[in-house]
C-alpha cells in the first residue's frame, strides 16, 4: 500500500488504473459518429419470358362485317406495351380500308364495354404491310380484344396480324421489393 501513495510512478499507476476501471464500468455514448446498421432482406433476380398470343392470326373478309379475336400474355413477364404486324391483301377489285380497335374487355355487340374501344394504328390501306402499337399494359395471363372495322370490302380480302413483343422496351419495370 505504501508504493500507492508515496512515489510519483506508484500515484501515476494507480491514477491510470481508476481511469481504465471508470472507463469500462461507464456506458457507451450513442453517436452517430462510427455508428453501423445492417439492413437485412433478400432480393432475387430470376429470368422471364415474354410473348404475346392471338387466338386467331388471319382474317378474311367478303362483305364489311367487324371481326374480333383475343390477345393474351403467354409469357411469365408483364408487358407494357406490344407491336403487330399487320399484312393486309390485295383484293381482285376495290380498295377496302380497315381499322383495328383495342379493348381491355371483349367485345359485345361491336362495342367496348360501352363504347367504340381505341383505335391503333390509322386508316389501314388493302396491299399493304405496316406494324401497328398498343400502349395498353398486359398481366401475365392477362388478355386484349382485338376488333376489326373493315369499310368498302366487296371481295375477299384478307389480314394477317403478327403478335411481335420488342424487348425489352415493351417489358414492364421491373418491381423492387425490401428496399
Given at each position: 500500500?505504501?508504493?500507492?501513495?508515496?512515489?510519483?510512478?506508484?500515484?501515476?499507476?494507480?491514477?491510470?488504473?481508476?481511469?481504465?476501471?471508470?472507463?469500462?464500468?461507464?456506458?457507451?455514448?450513442?453517436?452517430?459518429?462510427?455508428?453501423?446498421?445492417?439492413?437485412?432482406?433478400?432480393?432475387?433476380?430470376?429470368?422471364g419470358t415474354w410473348g404475346v398470343h392471338a387466338v386467331s392470326t388471319s382474317f378474311t373478309f367478303t362483305v364489311s362485317t367487324d371481326q374480333t379475336v383475343t390477345v393474351t400474355n403467354t409469357g411469365t413477364i408483364a408487358l407494357s406495351a406490344e407491336s403487330y404486324g399487320v399484312t393486309i391483301s390485295r383484293p381482285l377489285i376495290g380498295a377496302p380500308t380497315?381499322?383495328?380497335?383495342?379493348?381491355?374487355?371483349?367485345?359485345?355487340?361491336?362495342?367496348?364495354?360501352?363504347?367504340?374501344g381505341t383505335q391503333i394504328g390509322g386508316t389501314l390501306h388493302s396491299n399493304s404491310t405496316t406494324t401497328?402499337?398498343?400502349?395498353?399494359?398486359?398481366?401475365?395471363?392477362?388478355?386484349l380484344y382485338l376488333q376489326w372495322e373493315p369499310t368498302g370490302v366487296s371481295v375477299a380480302t384478307t389480314i394477317t396480324l403478327s403478335p411481335q413483343v420488342?424487348?425489352?422496351t415493351q417489358l414492364r419495370a421491373a418491381v423492387k421489393t425490401n428496399q
Open positions: 500500500m505504501l508504493c500507492l501513495t508515496t512515489t510519483r510512478a506508484c500515484r501515476t499507476v494507480a491514477t491510470a488504473a481508476v481511469l481504465l476501471l471508470g472507463v469500462g464500468l461507464v456506458p457507451p455514448i450513442a453517436s452517430a459518429a462510427g455508428v453501423h446498421g445492417q439492413a437485412t432482406g433478400t432480393e432475387a433476380m430470376t429470368a380497315f381499322k383495328l380497335f383495342e379493348c381491355t374487355s371483349a367485345w359485345s355487340a361491336n362495342k367496348c364495354a360501352g363504347g367504340s401497328v402499337s398498343i400502349s395498353t399494359a398486359l398481366a401475365v395471363s392477362g388478355s420488342t424487348s425489352p
